[in-house]
């Protein structure tokens, strides 16, 4: 099927062979991540002197025009005595997601890490004084999750040669190339040798980048973590696998490695008044619409100044772990399934069996399937411990399941089929 060149933004999934590639394999099976955009953002929480500024939160700086030596005066407030690198590691873990990606630095410049290249940092600029991505590199170890870095590597509204920033700066006058060099680079080396072993870098709004310094900071990731993975926004059609728009997914199947960064209300950084959160039916929906199609979901919180992972956000990432906990096995390491286009269900599969996600469940429990590749031997609902058998029979043109008459799980029940 041909790609949806529409829905993906950046990324070289596309490469022949690309799907060969072993160092995928985690992130393959994963399917679940934790996105966390946290920085200086979330103090104004999307207000400026008394003002709301609209758009997503994290981009306040840009969008209210905020000189850098006002902006820089949140740092000396930024203090989240809240933070516990434990209870966020272990909320994503209970969610169900594998792998977490946090904002190291985003366009505002600011480094939510210790970094010997700039004191604009969270360890030398702030009362707080503590360096989190130590601390969560220390428990995804413990806990078992991957630890990832968001790096924004063309936008950066603090330093004077980064891009984005024309009202302290002159845009034309900016040595750019100087910036990645002698800055960038840097800062990607330390965070590839401070942390221990990273899942990946993800990088951002590759903007005027060319695609000499995107090849090269993908050289550079390869050459100190090998087995680190580099997102397609590093720019030019590279990297390791691609990612779509925000908050889209594509409308059909893709031969490729993908992923859907999304948020649960509207911004990624945290805003005191955005509280339109999506549904849990909807995200779970959303997470199966995204695995049946090949892709991950990257999920994102937006945590409070204080530290706190707004209680909205938990409240839907336990439901989606809630719902994983029976049903991560037709998630977990799966492929795409057989049947694709239908409203009522998505599939996905692994050797020798079919999982049908059935979000509208028919009336009297028949669940007609217009033909499948292969042959069904066995049908059972995932979530039933017993694993009783559902009566399945050959109709014209498909295969007859017979369910129960009512739907066993209102958001999304799977049934396993068991395939020649
Ligand atoms: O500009 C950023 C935005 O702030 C946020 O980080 C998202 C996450 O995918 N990426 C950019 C916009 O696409």
Same mark, same amino acid.
């Given at each position: 099927m041909a790609v949806d060149q529409g829905a993906i +933004? =950046? %990324?070289? &999934? =596309? +490469?022949? #062979? &690309? $799907? =060969?590639?072993? $160092?995928?394999d985690w992130w393959r099976e994963a399917r679940f991540g934790l996105f966390i955009h946290w920085g200086l953002y979330a103090i104004p929480a999307g207000e400026w002197k008394g003002e709301f500024v609209p758009g997503i939160g994290e981009w306040i700086m840009h969008r209210a025009r905020i000189p850098v030596a006002e902006y820089e005066r949140l740092a000396g407030q930024f203090n989240p005595v809240r933070f516990d690198a434990a209870e966020w590691v272990s909320l994503a873990r209970r969610a169900g997601q594998k792998y977490i990606v946090i904002t190291a630095k985003h366009h505002d410049g600011f480094c939510m890490f210790d970094s010997r290249w700039t004191d604009y940092d969270i360890v030398d600029a702030t009362p707080f004084n503590r360096d989190p991505l130590r601390e969560l590199a220390a428990e995804c170890q413990r806990q078992g999750l991957r630890l990832c870095f968001y790096y924004s590597q063309t936008q950066d509204w603090h330093h004077p040669d980064g891009d984005g920033n024309d009202w302290d700066y002159d845009e034309p006058k900016k040595d750019f190339a100087g910036y990645v060099e002698s800055y960038v680079k840097p800062q990607v080396r330390e965070l590839l040798t401070s942390y221990g072993p990273i899942g990946l870098i993800w990088f951002d709004t590759p903007k005027r980048i060319t695609l000499e310094q995107s090849q090269s900071l993908v050289d550079l990731v390869h050459e100190i973590q090998p087995a680190c993975l580099v997102n %397609? +926004?590093? %720019?030019?059609?590279? #990297?390791d696998y691609a990612s779509t728009r925000d908050n889209v997914i594509p409308s059909e199947l893709l031969h490729a490695d993908w992923e859907t960064p999304a948020t649960i209300n509207d911004t990624w950084g945290f805003k005191k008044d955005d509280h339109n959160w999506k549904s849990p039916q909807d995200l779970i929906r959303k997470l199966v619409d995204i695995v049946s199609k090949g892709g991950n979901y990257l999920l994102n919180v937006g945590p409070t100044a204080e530290g706190v992972i707004p209680q909205p956000s938990v409240d839907r990432l336990r439901a989606m772990g809630q719902w994983l906990e029976v049903n991560g096995e037709s998630v977990y390491g799966t492929r795409p399934g057989p049947l694709q286009g239908l409203d009522w269900c998505r599939t996905t599969i692994k050797p020798g069996q079919l999982y049908l996600h059935v979000l509208d469940w028919p009336a009297r429990g028949e669940l007609r399937l217009p033909g499948t590749p292969s042959e069904v031997t066995s049908a059972h609902l995932l979530a039933d411990p017993a694993r009783a058998a559902l009566p399945v029979s050959r109709e014209s043109g498909g295969v007859l399941i017979k369910g129960p008459a009512t739907p066993p799980d209102a958001i999304d029940t799977v049934v396993v089929l068991t395939v020649d």
């Open positions: +933004r =950046q %990324g070289s &999934a =596309q +490469r022949p #062979g &690309a $799907r =060969q590639d072993p $160092r995928l %397609g +926004r590093v %720019g030019n059609h590279i #990297g």
